[in-house]
Structures are given as structure tokens and as C-alpha cells.
């Protein structure tokens, strides 16, 4: 059975694990006072070229949403994010737990848009009654968004300019980071991201690691005692090493950066396969996810020898399914795949 | 100046405060062990032509929607309601806080409609990703809904039967009841609403009352310790007989649907005169509130004598606003209105 | 029956329920932005002699504790009160449904020492585990406590000065304000109250209302936005009006003061009849509730023809009950009552 | 510098790092239903004797606490614990965040009292105000306690006798299980929790693995839709495996209970050291952790050469602090503190 449902389907990059290995006997302390993480933190800060910021371990990505969103929203706040947003369709309602509404704008192809973004809290402040509706106070892209697209610089320069007019705070989900930042067409560095956004995160968990994702306040504004409010959130690892020591390899040696750029080159492959063989796309992407059309008595068959994610309807017969690749994907699974395909 | 903005922008009704005044001497058990709501629960239950029905009194709407909304639903669940949905747009986040999610669809001038519903119902139980999502625990529909529409007959046993078939509770948000009740189309009384819904309130803020909503769970379903949960959100009166009081007056002679004919006539009056002026409608209801088109100044202009609420940008140079009647609406205001438009 | 189980047994006072009729007709702005409760804060501001204060009206005590504790503790932080504090106690768990963490300390007839409090706030912070303990953020005290005994000003001067050198907003729940301040004994007025706590309210449903409680921020210090945190509580009534009247009622004439010297000469005569029947006290208090020890069979007896409320067991045989009296305790009662003990 | 200050400072047992290596490259279902889950599961199934249990995995002890707690209460229902109680000192308030009160009995050395459990509860249910209080509906032990204390088959069974006739829920902390086990003095095995208790976790983080609590419904009773209330906890890993993996190991010939025994066997080791250097015990226990007293300049000496943890102060002079072995306690590091001590 070839595994192309999704960038988690593996283990960890084999120098995550040695440095685990290595690193295994030493007495640490716990709660990510470790050694480790602040070897990754500092390498995470060289990284995108912002001494001063702040970086915190995390272990999984609807964790890191919450924990962020909840520390940086004042209580009368929400946050702006496309109605394919991860927190709002694919958390549990883990965002409303901890009491923060999610305020959607129309997704294109997984993006926000600026003006819409504009014109959203433009009428939010002009409507008399907005005391008795909830403010937003951050904006929340992903980027890669989890339909694979890209924002533009252009993009995420207007979106920053609009969450500054208006004091929120802007917050990329960077679960995906690497494949987005290795893109043969993005013209979004690390640099940008640090630049434009008041928060972000590496994501770790689809890019080479077990679990763990790294939050970064490229200002150093991380909130006063968040690490209270991680334990609060009972996201805060006793052995942090974990987490630390996977980001300590992660960022040796543009590890990250290389697996991405191997999702990147698989995915590319992926695209000429389905492209030769006629599929017909729902949504091309220039990252490591791609979305293609397929009927469904077509879809049930290949699903027999091929596992692939069922995404939406597409209509009575046909549905939307994604094919992932991700930083493991085999050169010999892709042939596989052409001749199954 | 003359107050058409609200309906809620007045007192009560003389024969509550008389009531409130008669009983004022006798000491009484508090929290709403009183005998007053005690009798208010048992003339509701005749009213609704339900034996077997808990009823409970609360203060305010968003308070009462939270209330029971966290109440009934199961922790993985939320509320399906319109985009357009009280507890959706103005209610600051009430729901998110309690930990409640609403799931929108479109708003078909307020109101959702049954096929949507049920479409959105079975493509979440087809989503392979659903335990990830929250699920649809409860439909709320407001009727009248905050557009001032109503619901027929036919389309609430729609409605009912999608949430049959899914095992999700229907809740009925009556903040304005009285004036759908005595609507002069409407072909759904307080039976249809009694056999057709599993909880809903009969609403007294906005149809005589100081404050007080009445909760009715028609088929004795009141969550256990139900006087706990009302307490745990602060919802709980020490003098619950301030309610009560008010309601046993309400269903004392049928005073609560002679206040909601009231209101409906000052409606068709309002109507005639907005016609008569040439006002164009934005939306012609048959309940107490009426959303017509106005020109920015002539807007300006207007609302230097007449009050009325500002509710959505039309175009850039039109805004939609509302006219609203109620119980207490004097002929006299309506022939000065007439005067001033 | 002889009603002396609670002091919220009654309704409001005539002047209040007068002050609600002759305004009923007019109408007037919700939300609590109507003219009576921009009357009633100014007053308020008068009697506490702070003109800088804000003010801001809510239903009842539980809803009171906990939008306010909300809305000025940091995400990290818990309040410290009594183990018998009403917040801790009674109130079926509201403040842990919005976050809040009670940190306990001895009760010393429901009063809280300002040395243990410091030895508290000093271990906390002593503890090198305190990041992971919720921090000491406000200090709630009742005053009348629980157990109706009075803070007198040098302790209240002597925790204030523990909550300002530890950064903690001092809180007072005056929910029977009216009874402490009118004590023959105390020495504390709303000027020192006003003086030392960074918040406080002043009790309006068991002096005199039929519901309704002003919070004061004496210097000003309302955080942002807090209508529309009440607003989220479900705790912002439609018509404040209903609240604003009643407190503007209150606050003429030193209507609330004279109702809180009622209490007081009802309770002093109480005492004296209890004293006279060689009844055993429990707590011998100079406000409203008293507290006396009944054994078992005897209690059953008087609550035949009695109501009074059992506190708790005093041992096998015995109980603790409490009488209350009010604002509306009538001298005919405690002429009865002193019949029947 | 030698590392006694915890259980939680080192890496993995080697086993465990093997298998993860091992493991690394077969593509696996994720959210936990790896197929390495599921064998864990099912040898712990074994391994307690309950062939219908449900068995769930989560990352960590705080998390799981607020996890489980929050899925098995009912909204009236808060949990019954020790003062010392993990979920009520050690958390940042976690539980509370979840809107869980805890309700706290005296800590007998970390325990809590059967008979002190029973007369709470009933006093509770007696006292006439218990609607507006929280209800006792789950009682959480820790075994071994946060002192290292243990609970006896006799003392279980006399708290699950209270916790049935109360209809509670018997929810027991074995985040140190492992030692409790192998202490060389208790008489509960693994298959008397199981028979006990509704709900246990078997700790992983501190007896050998990296990170990871093995939640176990011995009935067969987990909450419908668990998974989904983790999600909302933001507590799945995208990579579950991480977590099976490791238990998978750790219930492979018996390496969880060697891996305690280890731990017990050192501890045995280090109270004979410490009381042939004449230290004065605070407690001295049959598991991992050990709690001396200290003059405070010999512990700051001490502290320049051995990691230990303050634990609490003893008297102006003094403080208890503990000393902890785990199962990677090594020979060398028992001797090298024997010298230093």
C-alpha cells in the first residue's frame, strides 16, 4: 500500500533520532530549560535573522493555535482567519474551548485577502452595535495554507499593513514552514515572515520531526509568564528535551531547509506523474500538497493499492482528493505510484 | 424625539409593575422557589398546552441562549444557526465563552433553511475527518428571527425532522414570540412550537416585561440540576420573584399575545405610512420590525427628530435601517412619525 | 411562618418600586446607558466621594464576583479569599467556569488575616515552582463577611498594604455594604473603602432592591471594554433601566444608608430577644445575620412555625442556624418571633 | 554535578529508542492509530487483566489529568483531592481553565482519608444549600502520592466503597506507577487498581519514556467521542506513534516493572546512604522519592555539587527537600553521592 494521505504518515528525520540517541543519558533540566532547546532557540533565532525574539517548543500544531491565540487575545477579541482555516474547521472547537470565536472571510484557495480583510474591520468599527460583537484582534494565516497555496509577499506585506492600522496582532501557522520557504515559486523568505508577522511557527511535526513545533515572537513580545500559560493549557512537556533536541538537529546544517526542499522536488515529480497521466487537477500547488479530481467508483478502486486523503465533494459523482508529499517520500513510492497511477 | 429604535427602549407594562407592587410585602423563597413563578411555570404550561413541560425563568437573552445551549450540548457538539444568528453576531462571544461553537449557514433573510441544513448535517457525517470537527448538537433558529421574518409551519416541521434524523436538539430563541404569535400571516402557533421544538423561550423583555425570559422544555427535558448550571453562570436571581411576578402577570388573561397583537398592529400601521411616504423596503416583515433604505443624509437628516437603528451599510451611499415597534407603541408617535418623514 | 431566613426574602423598598413607575413611560437608551443609571452613578460617586470612579451596574452577587475577577486577573493568576468566601463556597463553581482559580486562607469568622495572607504571598513566590501554580493576582473579601462580622479599618489598612506590595487588586464584595456600614461598632466608612480597594460594589439586593449590584472603580480604573466582557457573561440587561432606577432610588436622600440602620436596629433587637431566651451563640455579630446553636429536636420544632436557615452541623445533636433581618424587618415580626422562641 | 532532583531529567530506556528507530520508516496511520498503538494497547490490556478496557494515549500528566477529568464530569461536578493534590497545587490552574473546581480534603502525607471523604460528601448532600455548590463527582488519588507515599489494598478499597455509594467516579494518577509497583512494601498490584478504580494512567514520562500516559478505562467505559474531546484539548499528536512506540516497548517482557524496580531498588539504596550520613527524614517512603530536612546553609553548600529539589519550608531555619531515583539511577551516581553528602 503506497502512503501519500498526508505529510505525518512517518517517523523522524534518522538525525533527529542519532541526536536523541546521543543526547540520552545526559540529566537534563525538564520543562524546556534544556540544553537542547536553547541550543534550537538560539539557531532558531540566527535562523531568521532576529536576535531578539523570542522562541518557545511546542508539541503539536492545534496546541500551539490555541495556547498563542489565547495568550496574545485580549477577552473581548476573536480571530480573522479564511473559512478553511484550520482553527476553524479542523480543531474540535479547541479555539472556542478556550473562548476565543473564530471571525472567517471568504478563502481563496485557502487565503485571506487584504482588501477583504479591510473592509471586514472597517464595518466592524462603523457598526453601532460592535460592543456587543466580538473584536478582532488577530489575523491568522497559514502559510503554506492547507489547501498548499502560497501568499504572495505582496500579499502579506497588504495583510500586515491592515492588521497594523487596526491593532491586531498578525499570527502565521507555519505547520508546513519548510515546504512553503522551498518553494521553486514563492518569493516569501524567513526574513518576511520574521518581518511582517508579530508571531509564527516552524512547524516541526510535517518537516522531519516526531512532534514539536517552534513559536517565534520575532520581537520579543512573548506574553509575561507564558510558560504559565502553556502548563495551563497542559501543552508543557516535563522532558522538553524532546522537543528541543529534534529542533537542535532540525537547524544544524539547513536540515530544515533540505527537507523541504526534498517535499518540494517529490511533490514537483507527483505533479508531472498526475499531469502525464491525465488527472485533472482541483487545485495545483507549488508546495507538497496537490488536489486532484476524481470519480468516484475511480477513487474507491485506487484506494485499494493507494492511500490518499478524500477532501470534498466535487459534485454527485466526483471528489476532491490530495495527494501529499512530504521530506521521506521514496523515489521508488513515486514509480510505484506512475505505475498504479 | 420620537423612539423607534428598539423594543426595549420602555418599561413595563402597568399590570406588572401592579403586580410587582401587590406582592412586594410578602416574604418569599428565593432563587426562583417562589410562588409567583411557580404559577407564571404553571399558566405557561397551559398556555403552551404542555402538562409535562420544565419551565425555567432567566433575565436576558444571551444569558438564557448560553445557559441552555451549554446545558444541552454534549462536549464535541455546537449550534447550527444562521450567519445572520443572535448567537452568532451579537451576543460579544457569550457562546465561545461557555466553550460553544456555532456552525453557520447562509441566512435566507434571517431564517436557515431545511434542505441546507440537512446538506451540511450529512456532508459532515460523510467528512472521513469529522471526529476532528465539532458536530451539529443543536439547531437554533430565532423566530421571530432578528430580521423580523417568521417561519411557516411547513418549514419548522423541515427543520424538526433534519434534527430528528440526526439526533440534534431544536432550540427556538422567542426573544420577540409575542409579536410572531400575533403576526397576521404566520400559521404556527405555540403548539406547533411546543410539539415541534425541544426546548425554546417565550421571550418578556421585548413584549412587556422589565426583563425575563421564559425557558420551556415542552417534554420535561430539563437537564438535571439544571438550578446548578444557571447558578454556575451567574444566572441565578436571589429574588426570583422579580420574574415571576412579572410573568404570572404576562399569562394572567392572555395580557402577553394582547401585548404581541399591539405591537403587530402598530407594525401595519408603521408599514402603511413608511408606503404612503414612499420609503423603499429593504425588508417588509410581518412582525414588529421593518428595515427600509435610506440615503445617508436624508439618514443624518432623519435622525435628528426620529430614533431609529442604523443596521447595515446598503451601498456606499444607501444604509439599511430599522424601524421597530412594540407593545407600547403610542398612535400618537406613530402620527408624529408620519409627520416627520 | 415567620420569614427570618435571609435578608433577599422580600421585595424592593416602596421608593424604588415608585421611582420604576413614574419613569416607565419614557423611553430611554438600553444597555444601561438610560438616564436613571448615568443619575445613579453620579450619586454613587457623590456618596464614595470619588468623582473620578467608574461605575457600573450588574444583577446579582455571583454574576458580579465573577465578571469582575474576570475582566481585571491576568491569564496566570487566581484570587485569594477566606475558605469560607462565597466565591469559594457557594457559588456553584462560576468562577472556576470562567478560569478562576480560588487560592484559600484560613477563615477566621470569614475574615481573612493580613499576616497570613503575607506569609502566603511570600511562600508563592519563595516556592521555585511558582511558574507552575497559579499566581496570587486579587485578594476578594466580603465585608460583611459571610458569617457577618466586619473588617475593621486597621486590617483592612493592613491587607491593602499586602495587596500593593505584591501587585494584587484588592476586591470587596459588598453585597450587604448597607448592614457593615451602618454597624453601631465599626470604624470603617465608604470613604476607607473607597480609599483601599482597587474595586468594590455596593450591594442594592439585600438593601432594598429587587436585584441589582454597583460596581466602583474608584480611581478609574474600569478595564477596556467591559461592557463588552459583561456582555459575555450574559450578564448585561437590555433594559438597565430596571437596575439604574432602583439604584437612583437608593442613592437619593440617603435612602441606602437609612435602610442599612434598619437591618441593623432589627438585628441589635434580635440579639437582645435571643439573649433573653438564653439561646447560645454561634457568632454574636453586629450586622444583619446572626448565628445561634440549636440542638437537633428543638430546631425541628421552631422551623414549624419559623423559617431561618441551617448553616451547619455544630455536632451530632446541634446545628448552626442563622436569622437574618433587613431593610423590611417589621418590628410585628420580632414581636412574634420573640412569642414563639 | 550529580542529578537527584527528579525522575523526569534523562532521556528514554534504550529499548525504547530502539524501537522508534526500528519503526521509523513504515508509514503509519496517525492520531494514534498506528498499529504500534495498538499493540500497546492490547498488551496493557494484558497486563491488567482487562480484556475490555479502553486505553488511550496522551503526552503528559497535567494534560491527561484535565483531560480525563473534563470528559467524565458532569458541568455540576468538580473532583475530590488531597491539599498536596497535583491538580490542585501543581497545574497553573489547568483544571480550573477547564472550568473544573477542585474540592480539597486534608493530605495525610499526601493521601487522602476514606472517612474524611465520606463525611465530606455527606455533608455536602445534607447541607440544604448543596444546589449552589459544587458536586463531589470524581475522586482523584495519586498513587504513589506527590510525597511518594502509597495508598493500601485496604485504604483503596474503603475510598472506592465511598466513591460507588456517592456515585463517583474513582479516577487514580499513576504518573509514578512504576515505582508504586515494585515498591518493596505495598500489597496493590496493577490488577486491584484495575479492579478498583473507573479510570488510571499508567506514567511513561517518568519510568522510561520520553514523553506519554497510558489512560485506562478498565470497564470499558471511555466517553463517546474521546477523540475528539482530546482534539479539543489540543492534546492528539499528529504522530501517535511517538507515544506507541514507546509503550509498545515498555510492556515488552516486562520492562515496565524492571524499569520500577530499578527505580525502587536505588531509592532503597539512597535512604540507607542518607541515614547512615545521619540526615533527619521528613518522610521516608518505599517508592522513588525521599524528602529530608536541611539547615539552609548546608543546603546551599549541598546545592553547589547535587541537584535536589526545595520542597517546602520546614521552619525559619530549615527546609524539606527531596531527593529522587528513577529507573536511570545509575550505581556510580549513588556512590559519588554518598561521598559528597
Known amino acids: 500500500m503506497l502512503a501519500f494521505e498526508c505529510d505525518y504518515n512517518n517517523g523522524a528525520h534518522p538525525a533527529l533520532l542519532q541526536k536523541m540517541a546521543e543526547t540520552n543519558e545526559t540529566p537534563e533540566a525538564g520543562y524546556g530549560m534544556d540544553v537542547y532547546s536553547r541550543s534550537a532557540a538560539e539557531k532558531i533565532r540566527a535562523f531568521c535573522g532576529t536576535p531578539n525574539a523570542d522562541v518557545y517548543f511546542l508539541a503539536g500544531g492545534t496546541q500551539t493555535n490555541v495556547v498563542v491565540l489565547s495568550a496574545i487575545l485580549e477577552p473581548f477579541e476573536g480571530a480573522v482567519c479564511a473559512e478553511s482555516g484550520h482553527i476553524h474547521v479542523h480543531e474540535a472547537g479547541a479555539p472556542e474551548y478556550a473562548g476565543i470565536k473564530t471571525l472567517t472571510l471568504p478563502s481563496h484557495a485557502g487565503k485571506i485577502d487584504a482588501g477583504e480583510l479591510e473592509a471586514f474591520v472597517?464595518?466592524?468599527?462603523?457598526?453601532?452595535?460592535?460592543e456587543h460583537m466580538v473584536f478582532p484582534g488577530a489575523v491568522y494565516l497559514s502559510h503554506p495554507t492547507e489547501y498548499g497555496t502560497l501568499y504572495t509577499k505582496a500579499e502579506l506585506e497588504a495583510i500586515a499593513a491592515v492588521s497594523d492600522r487596526f491593532g491586531m496582532r498578525l499570527f502565521l501557522d507555519g505547520a508546513r514552514l519548510g515546504y512553503g520557504l522551498m518553494s521553486r515559486t514563492t518569493d516569501v523568505g524567513i526574513a518576511d515572515i520574521a518581518a511582517l508577522c508579530d508571531i509564527f511557527y516552524i512547524g516541526g511535526t510535517k518537516v522531519g520531526a516526531l512532534c514539536g513545533e517552534a513559536v517565534v515572537f520575532p520581537n520579543g513580545t512573548m506574553p509575561k509568564h507564558f510558560a504559565n500559560h502553556v502548563k495551563k493549557h497542559g501543552a508543557m512537556l516535563a522532558k522538553g528535551r524532546l522537543i528541543g533536541a529534534q529542533f537542535d538537529a532540525l537547524f544544524t546544517e539547513d536540515l530544515y531547509l533540505s527537507l523541504g526542499?526534498?517535499?518540494?522536488?517529490?511533490?514537483e515529480r507527483l505533479k508531472t506523474i498526475l499531469k502525464e497521466k491525465g488527472y485533472r487537477f482541483f487545485l495545483e500547488t507549488d508546495t507538497n500538497q496537490q488536489f486532484v479530481i476524481l470519480e468516484n467508483e475511480q477513487m474507491r478502486l485506487l484506494s485499494e493499492s493507494i492511500r490518499f486523503s478524500e477532501w470534498e465533494p466535487f459534485d454527485k459523482t466526483h471528489t476532491v482528493v490530495r495527494f501529499a508529499t512530504s521530506w521521506s517520500t521514496r523515489e521508488e513510492d513515486l514509480e510505484a505510484?506512475?505505475?498504479l497511477l
Chains 1, 2, 3, 4 share one sequence.
Not at 261 to 267: L, T
Open 261 to 267: 526542499k526534498h517535499g518540494i522536488d517529490a511533490a
Open 122 to 130: 472597517e464595518r466592524f468599527y462603523a457598526d453601532e452595535a460592535h
Open 337 to 339: 505510484l506512475k505505475e
